[in-house]
């Protein structure tokens, strides 16, 4: 127990040296060195690459030619890093493809053993200096061969494991070493607290993934504990080899339930058994349909594999896929009859349909129908894997028995997102067997792939204001009809769909939604959107005319796959001047796509909902609302989803599917998928409301509660959130030194401005305080209006609304007093929201005081007295708290542009840091401190001095000359040599710097000079 106390909180020089251990003597791993001072250190360390490929047999003239192809496609400048990526896999997965001699044929280079891992060489180099745009230092990096697979970004205990995320996103931007992933597959970041998370290139911080297994074992630091699973070296090979995705510009990995449920299903298909994966949904049951089927494929010559769905967005999306992976051999069919030509054809061997294909219309007798296809003959070739999405459905029943009796000896493999109610039980087990893998909602929420979900019943009141009105114009209505007419008419009136489309109650749930994307901080914000679920086309109608009088005219649509045609109408003619449902349903349509022009094999409908349904996706500020009936239910993946509105009845799977829209990931201001439910379709228990009834059907090993399905109370869930949120701030601003009043948060979050190294300490202080007042700000802004309903007391109330004051004042002075400007984007939208709803009028215009423009900036524009005058009530109050801001501020500017002249900004420090000194000590007056302090202001600001050379006019020049000892003639000549040598976009390319690197070394005679003087033109924008 002392052992561990002494290594709480521990240097990440420790952790560094800990892991290093771990994969030279637990993974047996090689150890390249530490290669921080290495020169020309890179992803495809040639020696290394050599040495493996003349061990495999290789002579020197394919070894060469495999590594000019092998270089030349890793660093292919005109392509993006995706390209670039998904280019160099290629041959890493397949090899390379060269000529020794032009009268032979081409000869495979393979650059690593896939078969037998023990056969590679695996090693890691740690502190691998990079050279690009600007110098990086990436902590691990794993090499196969000599080529980099895998950065390992370590951070000490107590600093976030997203430090160590972003350090490799900021790492793979173009201003830095992006050429280096080039060949990169895996990104992972650790620390001893958090564990290990992993993505591969171009992963949103949100992506990163947790690996899970053998979690009862606690015997080891997660960290070190998944290091040793993912980078075994057969995993970390099988991964590569079989689980990696390029898919519509997005490169995958899988997630540990994609993994190990694929690895089920091998077991399955090599005992040629059929069974089903259930996997929740939003879960990528889609990449576990293609990952299977390219390893069947590849892993059996006779095998075929024919993937049925019943959406055509997944049918495309899955040949997409397959092509983009390198699979150009799949055919997706355009009916029955040709999916049936084809699998009587033995290729090709992947083939995609839509399950209607085996729809069974005309049969009276439909088990003596089955029967019959089972006595006739089978003519498909090869071994049929047959894969089925969506497999529960009971209306699919009579479909999956004949294709069944059809495909004869074929295995089938279902998948749902949902358990298998009762009802369904018989005919999905009898098709496809027992389950493979199952991942539950409950799993999925806890892993963070999907979130959870809130729910809300509301109630519109559906009175009728006078019956009696209502009896005599029906009575007007019906003359001439007899009283069984009426009475027939009267009964189809009355029916619930009817009184609860009438316009009053649509108007009352329009406006309630228009509310809602008011107030509710993700629908108002430019991220975030809903879809309402109308009864009918009719009702959708009526829905999507009521909202063009509202702010959503322009911002909503109408998804419902109706298609205009006369033919609809013909009979529906009434003769009076009133429109039957068919007849209002055809008018809007044939008006709303009046100026619509149909795209290629599309209808006019069609081409309007892509548009619609593309935007929602892509563009949530510019559609907000879609109303949908049937479609977008099953299916539709759009993170910036988070309300759905219910006016519709639906139950068990379907209302489980629907609800599961707004449950995707997105940013991190939407935490919830909520659902507003107008039909009190989900009965209130106590603070939980389960999707499922009693008679679902649970396998043997698993409890009822795990598979239940909790939909949160929003504002019981709101509360939660918004207690945790004010505690969170509360610990963060705990450490700050009495009497915890603006200067004493000032130092604690700023530091001493006299130390260079402070405000860089102490940014991750300032980080944490922005993040939790920005989580503050959501959640006291999602329930404000609902405070009472909520659980809390007036005093409560009021006391909670200072707070939030408090806190949003803390955190603008503690941004000017560092001199840090936010990206804005981020925050605005919460922000002016929460300010000018619930916080008083005076502070609403307090989020950026100063627009543009930093406080030096005013300083130099305005003077001293206008700086000082709009920072923050906090900061202006003290005089010690206005020198200290206006220092940090000096200070951030010198070490921001530091290396654009470092031996004037050094100066600029020395004279800072006399200025602090004379201040503390008293030795000039407050007055003469602020002009000193201007001056000085000025001077970093301004890089033009006048004491300069007469031939030293460019900015370029003069950082030259006051680095090169004031030497003019050298500095003349350094810029002429970079000039003459520089090529369009040489930054980040290695061949361009040393064109130039070449020049300077003429000059200067000097390589250590070179690299110290390139450092400095690298930051020159005029080279």
């Not at 490799?168 to 990169?184: A, D, H, L, M, Y």
């Not at 204001?465 to 007899?482: H, M």
């Not at 239910?633 to 519709?648: H, N």
Request: charged share 30%; aromatic share 8%; net charge neutral.
């Amino acid at each position: 127990m002392s052992k561990t106390n002494q290594n709480v909180g521990q240097a990440e020089r420790a952790t560094q040296n800990r892991i290093v251990t771990l994969f030279r003597n637990r993974l047996h791993y090689a150890y390249l060195g530490n290669w921080e001072d290495r020169l020309d250190n890179s992803n495809i360390e040639e020696s290394e690459v050599r040495k493996y490929l003349t061990s495999q047999g290789y002579n020197d003239t394919l070894i060469a030619r495999a590594l000019d192809k092998l270089r030349a496609t890793a660093n292919n400048y005109s392509e993006n890093l995706y390209t670039n990526n998904q280019n160099v896999y290629k041959l890493l997965r397949y090899g390379i493809g060269v000529v020794e001699n032009a009268s032979e044929n081409n000869q495979q280079v393979h650059l690593i053993d896939w078969k037998n891992p023990e056969k590679n060489n695996f090693a890691i180099a740690e502190e691998v200096t990079v050279q690009g745009n600007r110098e990086k230092r990436p902590d691990i990096v794993l090499y196969v061969n000599g080529i980099a697979l895998g950065v390992l970004e370590l951070k000490r205990s107590i600093v976030s494991i997203g430090d160590g995320i972003r350090q490799s996103i900021v790492n793979q931007q173009k201003e830095f070493i992006q050429s280096f992933f080039s060949t990169i597959q895996f990104v992972f970041a650790g620390n001893d607290t958090e564990g290990l998370r992993y993505g591969t290139i171009l992963t949103p911080e949100k992506y990163f993934l947790k690996w899970k297994e053998d979690e009862q074992d606690n015997s080891m630091l997660q960290l070190d504990k998944y290091l040793l699973k993912m980078c075994d070296k057969k995993r970390f090979l099988e991964i590569l080899y079989d689980f990696v995705l390029f898919d519509g510009g997005i490169k995958k990995l899988p997630r540990t339930h994609q993994y190990f449920g694929i690895k089920a299903a091998q077991d399955f298909v090599r005992r040629r058994e059929g069974g089903i994966i259930w996997h929740t949904q939003g879960s990528g049951k889609s990449l576990i349909m293609v990952w299977l089927a390219k390893w069947i494929l590849e892993n059996n010559p006779n095998a075929r594999v024919v993937m049925l769905t019943d959406r055509v967005e997944l049918d495309k999306q899955i040949e997409r896929v397959f092509h983009e992976s390198g699979e150009k051999d799949i055919k997706r069919t355009t009916s029955g009859k040709d999916l049936m030509e084809q699998l009587n054809n033995p290729l090709p061997r992947l083939l995609c349909s839509l399950i209607h294909k085996f729809g069974v219309r005309g049969v009276d007798n439909f088990d003596a129908y089955i029967e019959e296809l089972k006595r006739g003959p089978t003519n498909t070739v090869g071994e049929l894997y047959v894969f089925v999405d969506e497999c529960h459905r009971s209306e699919s029943g009579k479909m999956h028995k004949a294709m069944k009796a059809i495909l004869k000896n074929s295995v089938f493999i279902g998948f749902t997102g949902t358990p298998l109610l009762k009802k369904d039980k018989q005919t999905t087990h009898e098709v496809f067997g027992k389950y493979i893998h199952i991942y539950k909602f409950n799993e999925a929420v806890k892993d963070g792939v999907v979130l959870d979900l809130a729910y809300e019943a509301r109630d519109i009141d559906t009175k009728l204001s006078s019956e009696e009105k209502v009896d005599a114009w029906f009575n007007a209505k019906t003359k001439g009809l007899n009283d069984f007419q009426k009475h027939e008419l009267k009964k189809q009136w009355g029916t619930m769909r009817k009184v609860l489309s009438s316009k009053s109650r649509m108007e009352k749930i329009v406006q309630d939604v228009v509310f809602d994307f008011s107030t509710k901080h993700r629908l108002n914000s430019e991220f975030g959107n809903a879809i309402l679920v109308a009864g009918s086309i009719y009702e959708a109608t009526r829905y999507f005319v009521l909202f063009q009088d509202t702010s959503l005219k322009g911002k909503c649509a109408l998804i419902t796959s109706y298609n205009p045609a006369t033919k609809d109408i013909t009979t529906e003619d009434i003769g009076e001047n009133t429109e039957t449902e068919k007849e209002y349903v055809y008018k809007l349509y044939s008006g709303m796509l009046k100026d619509i022009s149909a795209e290629p094999n599309k209808s006019k409908s069609e081409t309007y909902e892509d548009k619609a349904r593309t935007k929602f996706i892509k563009e949530p500020a510019n559609m907000k609302l879609l109303i949908v009936v049937d479609k977008l239910l099953v299916g539709f993946d759009a993170p910036p989803c988070t309300y759905m509105y219910i006016d519709k009845k639906m139950q068990d799977h379907g209302l489980f599917q629907a609800i599961c829209r707004v449950n995707r990931l997105d940013s991190e201001d939407k935490e919830f998928g909520y659902i507003v439910d107008y039909k009190d379709l989900c009965q209130k228990l106590e603070g939980a409301y389960s999707v499922y009834a009693s008679e679902l059907d649970c396998p043997e090993d698993l409890d009822k509660p795990d598979i239940d399905i909790l939909l949160k109370d929003r504002l019981e869930k709101g509360k939660e959130k918004l207690d945790g949120a004010l505690e969170g701030v509360a610990l963060v601003c705990e450490p700050v030194a009495p009497p915890k009043d603006n200067l004493a948060h000032i130092k604690y979050f700023c530091g001493n401005p006299e130390n260079v190294q402070d405000l860089k300490d102490n940014e991750m202080k300032r980080t944490a305080l922005y993040k939790h007042i920005v989580r503050l700000i959501r959640s006291y802004a999602n329930i404000a209006d609902e405070m009472v309903e909520a659980g809390y007391n007036v005093d409560e109330i009021v006391g909670i609304k200072n707070k939030v004051d408090n806190y949003l004042k803390l955190r603008e002075e503690i941004r000017m007093a560092s001199g840090e400007k936010l990206d804005m984007k981020v925050y605005e939208a919460d922000m002016r929201h929460l300010i000018d709803t619930y916080i008083q009028a005076e502070d609403s215009r307090r989020i950026d005081p100063f627009g543009d423009q930093s406080l030096l900036d005013i300083m130099i524009n305005s003077g001293n007295a206008i700086a000082i005058k709009t920072l923050p009530d906090g900061i202006r109050s003290s005089k010690e708290a206005v020198a200290e801001t206006i220092e940090n501020n000096v200070r951030v500017k010198i070490i921001k542009d530091h290396l654009i002249d470092p031996a004037y900004f050094d100066e600029m420090s020395k004279l800072l840091s006399e200025i602090v000194r004379e201040r503390k000590a008293n030795a000039v007056s407050y007055e003469e401190y602020l002009k000193k302090i201007a001056e000085l202001a000025k001077r970093v600001t301004n890089l033009t001095r006048d004491d300069m050379p007469p031939e030293i006019k460019t900015d370029a020049q003069r950082s030259l000359y006051r680095n090169l000892g004031k030497n003019e003639k050298l500095a003349i000549l350094v810029d002429k040599a970079v000039y003459s040598s520089r090529h369009a976009d040489w930054r980040g390319n290695p061949p361009s710097e040393n064109l130039i690197k070449q020049a300077m070394f003429h000059v200067l005679k000097d390589k250590t000079e070179v690299e110290r003087i390139f450092r400095i033109v690298k930051q020159q924008h005029e080279y």
